[in-house]
């Protein structure tokens, strides 16, 4: 099972709340995509369950929590759908008054619970109106906003900040066993504190070839080498899924470039281990900001399906020709 870095204070909430019997019956779990809300949820799970209340991993409940056998544990089961209708929380709610079997509680999970829709949120809210005092509910969300007002006012928030870089930088010695200083940093600064963002850079070799064919086509940019919007097109074409993360990085860089220009410091910078090119990019490209803004533009047309590669070369003709 995967050790849990970070959201201490989260965890105490819950073992807290056993020992005080003030368990609240429903729980609404809301953070980022990626900050490790499933596994946090895993451990409240355990938690609740746990023979001894401590999340044990030693005890029939918490393996059986583990392996996804602990048979009071009920889930919605929202894989590929866009919306969690009526339909799945009368499924969900069905035994609701049938005794937990194995434990004390039943622990109802709706994940996605930006998904509900307005019916299904009635319906939950109804049954959460007198709810038998084993049953605890979770709903996760990374889109809190999305909730109902009625929703939201009715469940007990834990929410999952960013989490610091004294603590990510643990995770990623430990667990993913990288030691090379240049990237942990770098890790750090575009990660902004999430757990997800690190642990698929750590696996994504891709992301890393795209950064430095992005790298060679920025220096050409600098160097005013109308060469860099073929290469561009290349690159697009050549990744055609990965244009999110072409894209990503490349802000990255020149959101980099305009900090560097205004501010002539060098510690708010994300890409830490590249600050030759910032530096060189500084001096060459006058107009860091307007490049920014056209790739900032590219990002928004490219939701309404305009042609990405064409923005991108429109922002980037932009700033060879400049003076
Ligand atoms: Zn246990």
Do not use: W
């Not at 029939?60 to 089961?77: F, L, Y």
């Not at 056209?294 to 991108?312: A, F, Y």
């Amino acid at each position: 099972m995967a050790n849990i870095y970070g959201y201490d204070k989260q965890k105490e909430y819950i073992k807290n709340a056993l020992n005080n019997a003030s368990l609240s019956h429903f729980y609404i779990v809301s953070g980022e995509v990626g900050c490790g809300k499933k596994e946090l949820l895993n451990h409240f799970v355990k938690t609740i369950l746990c023979e001894s209340h401590e999340a044990c991993n030693r005890c029939s409940a918490c393996m059986k929590v583990e392996s996804g056998n602990a048979v009071d544990v009920i889930r919605v089961s929202t894989s590929n759908k866009k919306t969690i209708g009526t339909k799945d929380i009368r499924t969900l709610l069905d035994d609701l008054y049938v005794r937990p079997v194995e434990g004390e509680y039943k622990i109802y999970i709706i994940d996605a619970g930006e998904r509900l829709t307005t019916e299904a949120s009635n319906t939950l809210l109804k049954a959460l109106e007198e709810p038998p005092t084993y049953a605890v509910f979770f709903l996760l969300t990374s889109n809190k906003e999305k909730l109902l007002d009625t929703v939201l006012s009715r469940g007990t928030q834990i929410y999952l900040p960013p989490l610091s870089d004294n603590i990510l930088e643990t995770y990623i010695r430990k667990e993913l066993k990288i030691f090379d200083d240049d990237k942990i940093e770098f890790l750090l600064n575009y990660s902004s504190g999430n757990i997800g963002v690190v642990k698929n850079l750590s696996l994504d070799d891709k992301f890393f070839y795209l950064r430095e064919e992005l790298i060679k086509i920025l220096e050409q940019l600098g160097d005013k080498d109308a060469r860099c919007l073929q290469s561009i097109k290349i690159l697009f074409e050549e990744n055609k899924e990965y244009h999110d993360d072409i894209l990503k990085i490349m802000l990255s860089f020149i959101r980099d470039l305009v900090y560097f220009q205004n501010t002539n410091d060098d510690e708010g910078l994300i890409n830490t281990d590249k600050m030759y090119l910032i530096k060189s990019l500084s001096d060459k490209i006058k107009n860091a900001f307007n490049l920014y803004d056209g790739i900032l533009e590219s990002i928004k047309l490219k939701d309404r399906n305009v042609n990405v590669i064409m923005t991108v070369k429109v922002a980037f003709m932009n700033a060879l020709s400049e003076e």
